[in-house]
């Protein structure tokens, strides 16, 4: 029996009685276990004052928290990693790496191990130098699934993890909903603008969750005290072997300027002078709602 089989063997397993169950885990222990990779971004803290640097970039420098966004894939994989019985879940992150909270934050919630990519030639990156350094990251060790936000919070092109997959060659799903793991399959309900798709996708795959997915934990004490002692990595581009391929030489997008958003204008209000109804109408008509 190949490897693959035994795998798929092992989660079958977790379909049978719970008598069953117990005997079979003993005679496969790893087999049982999952392992999730969450892509997280640190994020200037969003109830701070923004700045931008003079290639209209971001400032970082200050105090990073977890994107609030990714909470959501941290919750999500710990609960399948119990589900499935065993594993663990590793959070990678590219950037700088002088505050990791935003890191110990997802350890303390029960993480096992953070990788951070941090080196000075990453600045400038692009989303697509980004994807390069979270993939050869990703592919260092075997996994089963590799989640992400579907858009982060500060820079939000929503790009990232797709690209991400196709350089891994997995198969993505975004904007779920729902996940859930069946034997070597993963299920996907993936919210669309008119409802849902029902997907199934083999296992490795990477999916990308919106918010609300799951309701994120708060760490507790304990968690915080042993996030401490739980292993960071900090690695370069060196270690990667990208050298060259990514930072400000290998982008091949620029941000030309940054312009503040246009502010909502106020809505039209109708005061009812008995023919309220037909102004509603009206409107409605004029916007080709009716
Ligand atoms: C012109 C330009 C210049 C840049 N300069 C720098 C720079 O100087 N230094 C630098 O570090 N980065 C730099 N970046 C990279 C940038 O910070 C983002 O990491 C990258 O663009 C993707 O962000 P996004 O908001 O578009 O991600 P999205 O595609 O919106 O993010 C979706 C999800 O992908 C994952 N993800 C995205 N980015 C990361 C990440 N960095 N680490 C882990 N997971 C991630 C998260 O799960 C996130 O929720 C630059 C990007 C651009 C476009």
Redesign the pocket.
């Known amino acids: 029996m190949t490897p693959k089989h035994l795998i798929q063997k092992a989660r079958d397993f977790k379909l049978e009685p719970e008598g069953t169950r117990i005997l079979r885990l003993w005679r496969w222990p790893r087999l049982l276990a999952m392992n999730i990779v ?5 994020i200037p803290d969003p109830a701070a004052p923004q700045s931008f640097d003079s ?4 400032n ?1 420098s200050g105090k990073l928290i977890l ?1 609030e ?2 909470t959501y ?1 941290v919750e999500m994989a710990l609960q399948l990693v119990d589900k499935a019985g065993g594993g663990e879940v590793t959070v ?5 790496s002088v505050d990791v909270a935003g890191l110990r934050n997802a350890l303390a919630m029960g993480a096992s191990k953070a990788v951070i990519v941090s080196d000075d030639s ?6 697509l ?3 390069k ?2 993939a050869a990251v990703i592919g260092r060790s075997p996994f089963d699934l590799v ?15 797709v690209q ?1 997959a196709e350089l891994l060659g997995l198969p993505s799903i975004t904007f779920a909903k729902a996940v859930s793991v069946e034997g070597s399959s993963l299920k996907v309900s993936r919210q669309t603008e008119a409802g849902y798709d029902e997907i199934t996708a083999p296992l490795p795959a990477l999916v ?1 969750v919106t918010a609300g997915v799951v309701e994120p934990r708060y760490a507790s004490f304990k968690g915080i005290m042993a996030a401490k002692s739980k292993p960071l990595e900090v690695l370069s581009v060196a270690d990667l072997g990208l050298e060259g391929q990514v ?2 030489v290998g ?1 091949r ?3 030309v300027s940054v312009v503040a958003a246009e502010s909502r204008q106020s809505g039209e209000k109708y005061v009812d002078e008995g023919d309220g109804a037909q102004k509603v109408v009206a409107f409605l008509e004029s916007i080709k709602v009716l």
């Open positions: 969450v892509c997280v971004k640190q290639s209209n970039n971001l970082r994107d966004a990714d894939g990678v992150s590219m950037g700088s990453l600045r400038g990156s692009d989303a130098g980004t994807a350094v979270l989640l992400a936000a579907t858009e982060s919070s500060d820079g939000y092109t929503g790009t990232t993890p991400v990308t930072g400000a982008a997008e620029e941000i």
